[in-house]
């Protein structure tokens, strides 16, 4: 894929891809992040002040990796349980970036968050990152997911839609610090993974960077 594909503004900044990786596409992606996943394993985040679990289970590829445990909310450069580097970023989610991301400097994090049918993720922005200039870019594999997108305030009026296996979801611009959350799954609606749940991979850019100057 080289040709930025037509997309679906959902609101100024929020693009989404509806089934932009096929069948074939996302199969090859979860072989992909099988074999990440046999490096750095599924843990289980906690919330920083209670030491709650989240219920959904996570692991990271690039330099950097998400983290939550009673320290905080951070990115670190190695798995906090086998304290090994991360897995590289899947060559065929790179490429996704690349197409439609329109960002100039490569992604440093991949968060693979695991919901089981029963997980879910509460309204929350994405903010632990040093720069905001780069777009979050989120690809669904496996159960449709009823996902709620907000404002930038948590106050602002909500909406939500269905993101299904194989969709991308980018948010910038404006929209890179909208509240978003994942309500529930939808149960059996793909058969992509042999237990049932999603997968939800989202890339980042952590560090500054700069663009080119314009011409
Ligand atoms: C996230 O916000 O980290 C995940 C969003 C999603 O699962 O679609
Ligand atoms: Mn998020």
Redesign the pocket.
């Known amino acids: 894929m080289t040709a930025k594909p037509q997309g679906l503004a959902v609101r100024p900044g929020v693009i989404h891809y509806p089934g932009l990786l096929d069948p074939p596409a996302q199969r090859a992606m979860v072989d992909e992040l099988r074999g990440a996943a046999a490096v750095a394993p599924f843990f289980t985040p906690r919330m920083p002040r209670t030491g709650a679990p989240l219920s959904v289970r996570m692991t990271n590829c690039g330099a950097l990796g998400w983290v939550a445990d009673e320290a905080g909310y951070r990115y670190v450069p190695s798995h906090p349980e086998t304290g090994l580097p991360w897995p590289p970023i899947p060559g065929r989610v790179l490429a996704l970036w690349e197409t439609l991301a329109d960002c100039p400097a490569p992604p440093e994090a991949c ?1 693979v ?1 695991f ?1 089981s049918s029963a997980a879910r ?1 509460g309204l ?1 922005q ?1 903010r632990d990152e040093a720069t905001f200039d780069a777009p979050v870019l ?1 690809v ?1 594999l496996g159960e449709t ?1 009823v ?1 709620r997108l907000g404002g930038i305030s948590r106050r602002d009026p909500t909406r939500s839609f269905r ?1 299904a296996s194989g969709d991308v979801l980018v948010f910038g611009g404006e929209a890179r610090l909208a509240f ?3 309500d529930r799954l939808i149960p059996g609606s793909s058969t992509l993974l042999e237990k049932g749940g999603r997968l ?1 991979l ?1 890339l980042r850019r952590v560090t500054p960077f700069q663009r080119p100057a314009s011409t």
């Open positions: 968060l968050n919901y993720m929350h994405d989120s669904s997911a996902f993101l978003h959350g994942v939800n989202t």
